[in-house]
């Protein structure tokens, strides 16, 4: 690992130096990265007095934020991995301190939500798997294999932007928003929500081993809340993802893309409109139509798979030659507890949460 400028320095005569002695490389691979300079492209020079101590941008005195270390080797992994000279600015370390604090958001949601799992929880939760949860284990395998290879050809700023994206738009977007009301509103103990207590807390462990070689402070600090933690991180033996097996793949990748594809078109009908108020008639061609029964086999279900991923009141499957959604206001009343539209009379619960309270007071 060298700067750009040894390509035609040490690279080059070790290289040259080397075929002709030895006729072989002297190395494997090459690392090679571009220089810091100020913000306004000139080369830093004690003559100059344009010399920015990393110790300054660690304690704030650079541009009065307290960064700490591990937004300073965020800021190297992400903007000073390129082989082309990389400004120090204010505005790019806001950047990577703001892309730090996205992190830790999730990661506080994350620690949050299995505050108090058990060793057991998750043996249970992982043989009782929805579509979701099998979904999204399959896109943690998938973020794990691609960053495994960005990582391997040193392309640091792509590890970067892939764990970005993937808590933005796969566990934020995606799942996170549409698992709470299980998460927070079924019996501790259901199934349903020891499914997705696994499924978080495979996304946690399996977060942390990609964050850690450039953020391995926050890595530990997330860690040390961890309640399975039996030693530090760096020592732990942590879920591999590529382990959980999950049946049939294929199919589930299948199904839930479809019902992705149902849901981007309900989003575009909608315009604005409370989801959870509106009860919807699907009609679909038999492919399309067989694949969302897998996740709503029975009509007029106030709690399916498919429930959950469109965030509606019911829904009706129906044969179609083309796709088609048809909304109306449901006449389902409003759960005082889970606040969804899934009551049969005015001020009482939705049968899931009378069961839960009953659960709970029994």
Known sequence: MEGVDQCTGWFQASLMSSIALRNVSPFKSLFVHGFVVDKNGRKMSKSIGNVIDPQDIINGNYDQLI????????????????????????????DSKQSVDK????????LGSLNNIKDN??????????YLDKYMMLELKSFENETYELYNTFQYNKVCA??????????????????????????????DRLACIATLQAIFETLL?????????????????????????????IT??????????????????????????????????????????IASPSKTFNLLKILHPKNNATRSDLIELLQVSSIDLVL???????????KQILCKRCRRW?????????????????IFYS
Not at 69 to 90: E, F, M, Y
Not at 122 to 130: A, R, S, V
Not at 209 to 235: D, W
């Open 342 to 358: 899934s009551a049969e009379k005015e001020d009482y619960l939705c049968k899931r949460c009378e069961k839960t309270v009953n």
């Open 121 to 130: 929880n998750f043996k249970h939760g992982i043989n009782h798997l929805k």
């Open 67 to 94: 960064n700490g270390i591990d937004i300073l080797r965020w800021w190297v992994a992400k903007h000073g991995s390129h082989q082309t000279n990389i400004p120090v600015t204010k505005e790019t370390m806001i």
């Open 209 to 237: 081993k990609n964050i850690a070689p450039i953020l391995p402070h926050l890595a530990e600090e997330a860690f040390s809340y961890y309640p399975l933690r039996n030693t530090t991180f760096f020592k732990s033996s």
């Open 320 to 330: 179609n030659d083309t796709i088609d959604i048809k909304t109306s206001d449901t």
């Open 103 to 110: 992190l830790r958001l999730i990661i506080r949601f994350l």
């Open 240 to 281: 591999n993802v590529h382990q959980i097996v999950i049946p049939d793949s294929e199919q589930v990748i299948s199904t839930m893309e479809n019902a992705l594809m149902v849901k981007n078109k309900l989003s575009n009908l909608l315009q604005g409109k409370n989801s959870l108020e509106q009860s919807l008639v």
């Open 162 to 191: 892939k764990i970005l994206h993937f808590i933005t738009n796969q566990v934020s977007g995606l799942y996170v928003h549409h698992i709470k009301d299980r998460l927070y509103c079924d019996s501790i103990e259901s199934v």
